[in-house]
């Protein structure tokens, strides 16, 4: 029989996000609405932030024809053409401060992250983003640090130091819409514990991986987070605190004008 590694079936289930999300908006978005629903989790009430967070995934110049790569010389262009809009880079923190202390939020903000903790990350974007004065954000695998191609702790103890702020993607990236409460509560508090351990950081946010929940996994993720992250192509899909749309930026996306067109921003 024919059976695919955990890895592999990740990687086919992103693909086939892609490929929904570039086959039409009218398929994607009932698809999405199907598996996230809408409701507010509890008596939640506090406003979600209007910003437009985005999800990166590989910053290198070895493999031009990946789609989920976004080669350097266009992650800088990003960030000036994001500038030249009057966007202004928030990161996790200031989306705390926000939820926790109604800090307001400046103009326009942009929120830049990646998922999945890549090695390129480090060698390529955090140089970028020291050069631009750009804040970002990393959304890492605890049980993926220091894996092959992936950053280690000390390239994390570094960006940390340098200001960048980190979430969690939980422990092993595995879908979570057919776990278990208690393998939630395993993906959810040990990847938040492992990363504030070895890190020496407090981790308030999670982003789900390939961006499916459901509304089992948004309570799960309730308990131990302020916010979470999901992906959406739909700007005017009704978001809670713990599905906060996100948009992912693929290779394609030459000029943002290509990213606005999915976001708040017009
Ligand atoms: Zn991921």
């Not at 086939?16 to 509890?42: E, M, N, Q």
């Not at 000036?80 to 200031?94: A, S």
């Not at 906060?244 to 999915?262: D, E, H, L, M, P």
Request: hydrophobic share 40%; glycine share 4%; proline share 5%.
């Amino acid at each position: 029989m024919f059976v695919l590694s955990t890895k592999k079936r990740n990687i086919l289930v992103c693909l086939l996000l892609v490929v929904l999300a570039a086959v039409g908006g009218v398929l994607a978005t009932d698809y999405f609405d199907d598996r996230i629903r809408s409701l507010p989790i509890g008596n939640e009430t506090k406003e979600v932030p209007h910003i437009t967070a985005l999800c990166y995934h590989e910053v290198t110049p070895a493999r031009p024809k990946d789609i989920f790569n976004v080669p350097p010389d266009q992650f800088r262009s990003h960030i000036r053409q994001f500038r030249e809009q009057g966007c202004n880079f928030i990161d996790l923190q200031d989306i705390e401060e926000y939820v926790k202390h109604n800090k307001p939020l400046p103009e326009k903000p942009v929120l830049i992250a990646f998922d999945d903790g890549y090695k390129d990350n480090y060698t390529y974007a955090f140089p970028i983003l020291k050069e631009e004065h750009a804040k970002a954000s990393f959304f890492v695998v605890s049980h993926s640090i220091g894996a092959e191609n992936r950053m280690t702790v000390s390239d994390l103890k570094e960006m940390v130091a340098a200001g960048f702020k980190i979430g969690s993607h939980t422990v092993n990236h595995e879908p979570l819409t057919s776990m278990s409460d208690k393998q939630l509560d395993y993906e959810f508090k040990t990847s938040r514990d492992e990363l504030q351990k070895l890190l020496g950081i407090k981790v308030y946010c999670i982003a789900y991986p390939c961006g499916f929940a459901n509304d089992e996994v948004m309570k799960e993720a309730k308990k131990y987070y302020d916010f979470a992250f999901i992906a959406s192509i739909d700007p005017h899909h009704p978001q809670t605190l713990f599905n906060i749309n996100r948009y992912g930026v693929f290779k394609w996306n030459t000029r943002v004008a290509s990213i606005f067109r999915q976001t708040a921003f017009k």
